[in-house]
């Protein structure tokens, strides 16, 4: 079935730094889905993608659908504390049923 | 407008017992996703409802079932619980009618621990 590959799994970083981190596939996904888990919380969506090579923002955050489909980006400038927590991709499939979901990036931002 | 909410927000259990675990999507969302987070394992698909049916299901034994009425409330049970049911289950509610796809909107999550 189709597997979604996130890295780095897990990033120690400053205030004020910035974050990327990535999400690949094998297959070709047309939708790319980025949320965020909150310590004890469920995921929240942040961006969604719907087009191959599409750049969308939102705030701090920038997200880039991959031009092979098969890839995508998440970026976070400037990083705060409560960008902590689980950054999850995920690609919806209409064949399978169902939105498969990367194993996450842990991110911790010390003050 | 409310979102998803799930109940109870925490349980114990002992092996062997049985857990019905209960989802209210927000209102106009039919479609009712499951998924079984562990630290090792991520999101694992359990199951989807749409309009009272089950229309996909994921790798999971038969211990695991789920229902959703009339009104796209959600329930699922898990029978003879084992230790390594300990798990946070989450609930998503969707508003695409087609299968697979659209924004998920979680729950909070119910967290079991199997004791």
């Known amino acids: 079935g189709q597997q979604l590959n996130q890295s780095p799994q897990s990033m120690f970083i400053q205030e004020g730094e910035d974050v990327s981190m990535n999400c690949t596939s094998s297959?070709?996904?047309?939708?790319w889905l980025w949320y965020k888990q909150d310590p004890g919380e469920g995921p929240v969506l942040l961006i969604a993608?719907?087009?191959?090579?599409e750049l969308t923002s939102n705030g701090r955050l920038t997200a880039q659908f991959g031009i092979t489909r098969k890839d995508s980006f998440l970026n976070i400038s400037a990083s705060i504390p409560s960008d902590v927590g689980i950054y999850f991709c995920?690609?919806?499939?209409?064949?399978?049923?169902?939105?498969?979901f990367g194993d996450g990036t842990t991110l911790t931002v010390k003050p | 407008k409310a979102g998803v909410t799930q109940t109870p927000r925490y349980l114990i259990k002992t092996r062997g017992q049985q857990v019905t675990l209960s989802c209210s999507p927000i209102?106009?969302?039919?479609?009712v996703s499951w998924y079984q987070q562990t630290p090792g394992q991520g999101l694992q698909f359990l199951f989807e409802y749409f309009s009272e049916t089950q229309r996909n299901k994921g790798n999971f034994p038969g211990r695991f079932s789920g229902r959703q009425f009339s009104n796209s409330r959600s329930e699922m049970n898990v029978s003879t619980l084992e230790l390594g049911d300990s798990a946070l289950y989450l609930c998503?509610?969707?508003?695409?009618?087609?299968?697979?796809?659209?924004?998920?909107?979680f729950g909070e999550g119910s967290r079991l621990t199997v004791l």
């Open positions: 993608l719907y087009k191959a090579g």
């Open positions: 297959s070709i996904f047309n939708t």
């Open positions: 995920a690609g919806p499939n209409t064949n399978a049923g169902k939105s498969t």
């Open positions: 209102s106009g969302h039919r479609s």
């Open positions: 998503a509610s969707s508003l695409s009618q087609d299968r697979g796809i659209g924004e998920l909107f």
